[in-house]
């Protein structure tokens, strides 16, 4: 069983940066994508993008591209979400996933950390 834990949420001021951090137990063929999500109040859970441990292969969901950076530390099986010109709208619980391909779609991984709250103040 993979275990992901999210970390690095807060209270941020709008047009600053945060990066998040999600550490897993283990790497294995069968979890080879990280996926990541956000929640915000109300709303359907929304895919940001994914990054292979295996080549770091990194894909954007267009609403992102530009202000969210994936990066990994295979070393550390951990990957990192690097957020910037943050505004109010990215108010959210960030969730980081595993699987077995870059899907783009929550029920399809395998695997859920336990989220963090990023919260965006004016």
């Known amino acids: 069983q993979v275990q992901l834990v999210e970390s690095g949420g807060g209270l941020v001021q709008a047009g600053g940066s945060l990066r998040l951090s999600c550490a897993a137990s283990e790497r294995t063929f069968s979890s080879n994508f990280m996926g990541w999500f956000r929640q915000a109040p109300g709303k359907e859970r929304e895919f940001l993008g994914t990054i292979s441990w295996s080549g770091g292969s990194t894909y954007y969901a267009d609403s992102v591209k530009g202000r969210f950076t994936f990066s990994r530390d295979n070393a550390k099986n951990t990957v990192y979400l690097e957020m910037t010109s943050l505004k109010a709208e990215d108010t959210a619980v960030y969730y980081c996933?595993?699987?077995?391909?870059?899907?783009?779609?929550?029920?399809?991984?395998?695997?859920w950390g336990q989220g963090t709250q990023v919260i965006v103040s004016s």
């Open positions: 996933a595993a699987g077995r391909s870059s899907w783009n779609r929550w029920n399809m991984y395998d695997y």
